[in-house]
């Protein structure tokens, strides 16, 4: 019996990570979904930056909690044993979807664009899976996947830990001086391992070692507070940076110090919550998390769907809250549908395969 997901992770038969997977997917479509950029600096609707500031800090966890799990359900027993054919056939889950969604961005950006192509450039936007944002996330969990078994093998023997903890920290540190630098941050910063590798760790070490409460007592309540303190720290931080003239995309980046932090407080509280929660009361989102996968490779077609229709009525355009939602609703909704007619067609199995669907 296959025991893996199509994302190449053994498969979640909790429907409570599912439900925690249908949350961080639908953060994921608004994260890429219309932002507030336009509005940093206009006098008439200024409202709807600072609106798309704050929301950014509260759902710029998804990503770093995919990871989370990515290390949390990997194989360990079936990697401790050395087959290289588990690790093989993980890639392999990964690697075919991946190149098949690459080709079909990076077509569409052929197509949309207006001038001529640069050959070198679309090949180099294919290979790494630049031509569309979400792409990265697989290409990153690729090298992570094959550093797995090295992983393992060093926290069963508990060596070298505290050198792992500290990979994504000095990481994060050169992004700050990079970008104190050269005034905004490198290119291609999400695509090494480095700025994830911290929560794949933290994954696994949980997976083997068992989940050790960070509160002795009080653990929801003071989780709670732990979250919403690391909240407030990634809002002044985003303000900040702004403030000290630092590039928007910089303040709103998933990928600063305490963005981290509150995804670390995010993935404490989720395991606080765990053995209270009720799942029944949370059906569609855990039919949502059972496709997030494949969510996470077609969504970003219906974002620019919407985008191009809503183009020629831009009656929404200067409330952004209420076009996020519209374009939300509609996104979510024709990505379930188009993943449910594709599997219909190709069969549940060539869909996964070649889809990740």
């Not at 008439?44 to 929301?55: I, K, P, Q, T």
């Amino acid at each position: 019996m296959n025991n893996e997901n199509a994302s190449g992770l053994k498969k979640t038969v909790d429907p409570y990570w599912q439900f925690v997977r249908g949350i961080c997917i639908i953060f994921v479509i608004l994260i890429h979904g219309k932002d507030g950029l336009k509005f940093e600096n206009a006098l008439a609707g200024s409202w709807n930056f600072d609106y798309w500031l704050v929301l950014r800090q509260v759902i710029n966890f998804p990503v770093a909690v995919f990871f989370f799990l990515a290390g949390y359900f990997s194989n360990v027993d079936e990697t401790k044993q050395k087959n290289p054919r588990h690790i093989l056939k993980r890639l392999e889950r990964l690697v075919i979807p991946f190149y098949i969604w690459s080709l079909i961005y990076t077509l569409i950006n052929v197509v949309k664009s207006r001038e001529k192509m640069d050959i070198g450039k679309t090949v180099v936007d294919f290979l790494f899976g630049l031509s569309a944002s979400p792409l990265y996330y697989v290409f990153v969990l690729v090298q992570l996947v094959l550093l797995t078994p090295i992983l393992i093998k060093l926290i069963n023997r508990n060596k070298g830990i505290t050198i792992l903890f500290l990979i994504t920290p000095v990481y994060l540190v050169f992004i700050y001086i990079y970008t104190i630098a050269f005034d905004g941050q490198p290119d291609l910063y999400r695509l090494p391992f480095l700025p994830w590798f911290l929560f794949f760790f933290i994954g696994i070490r949980m997976k083997i070692r068992g989940y050790k409460p960070i509160f002795k007592t009080r653990q929801l309540t003071y989780s709670i507070i732990f979250c919403i303190i690391t909240l407030g720290l990634s809002i002044a931080e985003g303000y900040g940076l702004i403030l000290a003239g630092y590039p928007s995309g910089f303040a709103s980046s998933q990928i600063k110090g305490s963005t981290f932090l509150f995804a670390l407080s995010i993935i404490n509280l989720l395991m606080v919550i765990k053995p209270r929660f009720e799942t029944h009361k949370v059906r569609m989102l855990i039919k949502i998390g059972d496709h997030s996968y494949g969510i996470y490779y077609v969504h970003l077609i219906w974002i620019m769907t919407f985008e191009w229709i809503t183009s020629f009525f831009p009656v929404l355009d200067n409330i952004l809250p209420l076009f996020q939602l519209v374009q939300f609703l509609f996104t979510i909704t024709m990505s379930m549908m188009s993943i449910l007619i594709v599997r219909k067609f190709l069969g549940e199995k060539s869909a996964r395969k070649y889809l990740g669907f």
